[in-house]
């Protein structure tokens, strides 16, 4: 199977109140972008951490 796909992610754990959240998107073939998920709290933090750690552990 082919695919050809960019994924976007967003995130934002500036509010004081420890409520982040982390939103997916996907590039449209125009150029736009389009929302697929939005992960907030404990479970935003988590998907951030594994998308940002190397596969040996080490932070990038």
Same mark, same amino acid.
């Not at 976007?8 to 929302?35: A, C, H, P, W, Y």
């Not at 404990?42 to 990038?60: R, T």
């Given at each position: 199977?082919? @695919? =050809? #796909?960019?994924?976007? =992610?967003?995130? #934002?754990? !500036?509010?004081? &109140?420890?409520? $982040?959240?982390? *939103? =997916?998107?996907? +590039?449209? @073939?125009?150029? !736009? =972008?389009? *929302? *697929? &998920? %939005?992960?907030?709290?404990? /479970? %935003? @933090? /988590?998907?951030?951490?594994?998308?940002? @750690?190397?596969?040996? $552990?080490?932070? +990038?």
């Amino acid at each position: 199977m082919k @695919m =050809v #796909d960019s994924i976007l =992610v967003s995130v #934002d754990f !500036s509010n004081k &109140n420890n409520t $982040g959240v982390l *939103i =997916v998107g996907r +590039k449209r @073939m125009n150029q !736009s =972008v389009e *929302i *697929i &998920n %939005a992960f907030q709290g404990e /479970e %935003a @933090m /988590e998907l951030y951490k594994k998308l940002i @750690m190397k596969k040996d $552990g080490d932070k +990038k």
